[in-house]
DNA sequence: CAGTGGTCTAGACCACCGA
DNA sequence: CGGTGGTCTAGACCACTGC
C-alpha cells in the first residue's frame, strides 16, 4: 500500500489524491463505484477527515469523482470528450507564447446607430455609441481585429492612448456610468469581411474565429459588445485534459 | 454592516463569499488591495478561519482575488475580457438544448496509413488504423461531421452499434491495449471540404469550426485522433462569466 | 436506524514576506 | 520579528440516503 509521506514538501491532501487517482487508473477503483468513505480514507492514511475532503475535493474539481451527500463518493466515467478552452485577453495569451503584442488603433468614431446584430442583442444606442476598431498582432503580424461598441454617457474626454491599452471592461466603467459585471461570449466560424481580411492579409471569404463578447450591467443591461475576429492560421484554442503529476 | 445568518438554508462560507463580492463590486475592496486578513474576516463576521478559508477559495476559483502566502489576499482586476468554454460531448449538450440527438455511421474502414496531419502529431499506424466518420444530427438537421482515426491493436471484433453511441476513449480503451489517460483539443476555423459540406449541406468553403482531440496514453503515446467539423450556424461555444447569486 | 457526505469550530505548526 | 496565508487535527452537528 502507499503511504503518506509527511515530511514530503508536497503535502499529504495532494499525495493522497495522487495515490486515489492512480488508482482509479490502474483500474483498483472502477468507474461507477464507491469510493471508501472519508472516515475510512482518514483511517487508512491516517489522515483527518478535513485533510481527505480537501483531497477529494481536488480529484472532484477534476472531474473524476462526485460525491452524493448520504451515499457515498463515486468514481466518474471517464469523460476525455470534454474540452475546456479558456480564453484571456490578447495580450496575456500572446506574452505566454513569448510573441510580441501589439494593437494598433483602426478607426474610432461616434455613432447614432448601432449596428443590426447589436440591436437584436437588446443593446439600445440611449446618449450615442462610441465605436473603435483595433488591429491586434503578434511579432508585427496582424492576428486579429477587435471591433468595440459601447454605450456613451457623460464620458469624459476620450484618448486614443487609453483604446489602445485598457480592457473594454475597465473602458466602459471609466467614461461611462455603467460598470459591467457580467459578460457573455460566443464562438463561431464565419467567412472574413473584406474590410476585416484586408487588415488581416487574407483573403475576402476565408475562415476567420469570431467572438462576439457582450457586456453587461448588474441589472442585464448590456453596455458594450466586442466582436473578435482571428486569422484561424495564426490563432487556435487549446484544451488539455491530464491526470495529476507526482509531485506539485 | 451584513451579518451572518447562521439559521440559513445557505451555509455561512457561501452567504460571505457574497457579502465580500458584494463589497468588491460596489468599490469598498477596490482591485489590486487587500482584503482584511483571515483572522480578521474571522473575527468581524464571528466565523472561524477555516470557513473563512473556505469562502476565499470560493472567490479564488472565480478569479476575483488572489492570495499571496505571506503578504496578503488581494482583489484581482477585473477581467470580464476571459472567456471560458466547457465542450462536452454532442450528446449531453443537445440534451442540455433539448434536441433530439443523431448519429450516422457514414463509413467505417481498415487502414494501412493515417492521414498526413495524424502523422505530424506523432502518431503511428502500428499494425493499422481503425477509420470511421459519423455525422451528428440535431432535431435530423446535420450539424456535425466527425472523423476518427484509432491505433488498431488486437481488436476484439468491431461492432457498427458501437461507434454509433459509445465515447470515443472508451472504444479505444475496449478494443485496444491502450488506455488514454489525456486529451488535447484543438479549435480552430476552416473551410468547409467538398465531402464534409456534402453531408453538411452547405457549401464547399463555408467556414466550420474544426476541433481536433488527440488522446494520448500514460506514456504519451497518440493513440486515437478525432476530427470534428460543425456547421457555424448551428453550432456555437458560449461562455458566461458572472458573479455570485445571493442564494444558492 | 447506522452510515454517508456537508459544514463548522478552535487550535496548532509551518513557510513566507516585509519592516 | 510579527503578521500573512498554507496546511493539518480532532471533534462536533447536520441533512440526506438506504435499509
Redesign the interface.
Known amino acids: 500500500m502507499d503511504k503518506i509521506n509527511k515530511n514530503s514538501f508536497t503535502p499529504p491532501f495532494y499525495q493522497l489524491a495522487a495515490i486515489i487517482e492512480k488508482k482509479i487508473?490502474e483500474g483498483e477503483f472502477k468507474p461507477g463505484e464507491p469510493l471508501p468513505s472519508e472516515n475510512d480514507l482518514g483511517r487508512e492514511y491516517e489522515l483527518s477527515r478535513?485533510t481527505v475532503r480537501k483531497c477529494l475535493s481536488l480529484l472532484a474539481e477534476r472531474g473524476m469523482i462526485s460525491a452524493q451527500q448520504g451515499r457515498g463518493t463515486f468514481v466518474s466515467r471517464?469523460?476525455?470528450?470534454?474540452?475546456?478552452?479558456?480564453?484571456?485577453?490578447f495580450k496575456t495569451q500572446m506574452k505566454r507564447q513569448e510573441k510580441e503584442v501589439g494593437y494598433k488603433l483602426i478607426n474610432v468614431r461616434f455613432r447614432k446607430q448601432l449596428p443590426e446584430f447589436a440591436l437584436r442583442l437588446g443593446m439600445t444606442p440611449d446618449e450615442g455609441i462610441l465605436y473603435y476598431c483595433r488591429l491586434l498582432t503578434a511579432n508585427a503580424e496582424p492576428v486579429g481585429i477587435e471591433h468595440k461598441y459601447m454605450c456613451y454617457k457623460k464620458g469624459r474626454p476620450t484618448l486614443e492612448n487609453e483604446f489602445q491599452y485598457k480592457?473594454?471592461?475597465?473602458i466602459i466603467?471609466i467614461h461611462t456610468n455603467f460598470?459591467?459585471?457580467?459578460?457573455?461570449?460566443?464562438?463561431?466560424?464565419?467567412?472574413a469581411s473584406e474590410y476585416d481580411a484586408n487588415f488581416l492579409h487574407i483573403s475576402t471569404?476565408?475562415?476567420?474565429?469570431?467572438?462576439q463578447?457582450v457586456?453587461y450591467t448588474?441589472d442585464e443591461k448590456p453596455v458594450g459588445i466586442g466582436v473578435f475576429y482571428?486569422r484561424?492560421d495564426r490563432y487556435?484554442?487549446?484544451?488539455?485534459?491530464?491526470?495529476l503529476k507526482g509531485e506539485r
Not at 471569404?205 to 467572438?211: A, N, Q
Open positions: 487508473m478535513t471517464p469523460s476525455l470528450d470534454r474540452a475546456v478552452f479558456v480564453m484571456e485577453d480592457a473594454f471592461s475597465e466603467a460598470l459591467p459585471v457580467r459578460s457573455q461570449a460566443v464562438l463561431t466560424a464565419e467567412s471569404g476565408d475562415p476567420v474565429l469570431r467572438l463578447q457586456l448588474r482571428y484561424s487556435s484554442l487549446i484544451s488539455d485534459i491530464h491526470p
